[in-house]
């Protein structure tokens, strides 16, 4: 049943998620026993906060600056989340697994508890305690609304950035993504158009009550403007420690960074210009001319795929616009 390194790794979780549930049984003794079945797991009901995109579009410095403020813990990405996600998401595309599962006794309402266990498990054990917990594990948002099925009470924030920045980022700090090939920025390209179009699709679909587009870009150039709109969107009181994430890096209650992740080298600074044309003069001419067709989502996330040098200050999410909805 399990075969090879991806089948051992899927194993694996499905051993760790079983003994998130043995352990949540053993702590809550008869109470288990006694739940009614199907009913939602202690937790669900939290308002989680999830911040998503593509890798390279802003998300680190995104769940920093959500870390700066006091009543906030959002920490390291976990990994495990989404690909427990994905797990769930392969038993049920195959006719062959649901129908085993069904078989099994493994409803719908079986399979979400366990699974939402799960990621509570690690996202509230994994960094200290706060009154408002976030996770951000990028691609977890190409599962959106299966996650608002889990946590009806969370929220999104979904960061977008210039694709041509983005793959720039991704090929030249050498980012391990699936399916991208980094020796090809017209491959990438493509590849980023697939995933922030999935995204930009779950995006929409969660509605404005629940995610909320922001551009990397207009987060950088306007970042109070922007914070402020972030803050109010998740509800949380304005502090200025947002305005300042670097004062906190490594401290108690502070912005934990991972020594393996590969913006942790960045957010240690504060917020720049610096990294918001670094692409311009980089991409081949071939790519450039055939820009608009190679990824159409430039142009539907507010991006002039034909500026070369771009013009970000015209962008929709800056103070003098406050579309920061997918249109």
């Known amino acids: 049943m399990w075969r090879g390194g991806r089948g051992r790794a899927l194993a694996a979780l499905v051993l760790v998620a ?12 008869p109470e288990v026993a006694r739940r009614t079945a199907g009913a939602p797991v202690e937790g669900r009901e939290l308002p989680l906060i999830f911040i998503g995109g593509v890798p390279r579009s802003g998300t680190t410095l995104m769940r920093a600056m959500l870390d700066a403020h006091p009543d906030v813990r959002c ?27 069904e078989q099994a006794g493994v409803s719908k309402a079986v ?9 509570l498990e690690v996202i509230v054990g994994h960094g200290d305690p706060a009154p408002r917990l976030c996770n951000k594990d990028p691609l977890v948002l190409k599962m959106g609304t299966y996650v608002l099925e889990l946590f009806p009470n969370a929220k999104f924030v979904f960061m977008v950035r210039d694709g041509r920045a983005t793959v720039h ?37 969660l509605g404005p009550a629940r995610c909320l587009l922001v551009r990397y870009e207009a987060l950088v ?10 803050l109010t969107f998740l509800e949380l009181p304005w502090s200025e420690a947002v305005l300042h994430h670097e004062r906190y890096i490594n401290r108690p209650g502070g912005v934990a960074l991972s020594n393996v992740e590969r913006s942790s080298d ?30 159409p989502m430039l142009s539907v996330l507010g991006y002039d795929p034909w500026a070369n040098p771009p013009r970000y200050a015209s962008l ?3 103070p003098d616009d406050k579309r920061t909805q997918p249109p």
Not at 18 to 29: E, H, K, Q, V, Y
Not at 169 to 190: A, E, M, N, P, W
Not at 221 to 230: D, F, H
């Open 75 to 101: 920490g390291q990405e976990t990994r495990v989340v989404p690909r427990i996600l994905q797990m769930r998401q392969h038993w049920v595309k195959s006719q062959r697994e649901s129908v085993r599962l």
């Open 316 to 318: 929709p999410g800056l």
């Open 18 to 29: 079983a003994g998130t549930l043995l352990l949540r049984a053993w702590r809550s003794g």
């Open 169 to 205: 980022s991704i090929i030249t700090r050498k980012v391990t993504i699936t399916g991208f090939d980094l020796t090809s920025y017209r491959q990438c390209l493509t590849k980023w158009n697939h995933a922030v179009e999935l995204m930009y699709q779950q995006c929409k679909s």
């Open 266 to 295: 960045q957010v240690v600074r504060p917020v720049n210009l610096d990294a918001l044309d670094k692409w311009v003069g980089a991409l081949p001419p071939d790519v450039r001319a055939d820009m608009a067709d190679l990824a």
């Open 111 to 119: 399979l979400d508890n366990a699974i939402a266990a799960f990621c």
């Open 221 to 230: 150039l306007a970042p109070e403007t922007m914070l402020r709109a972030v």
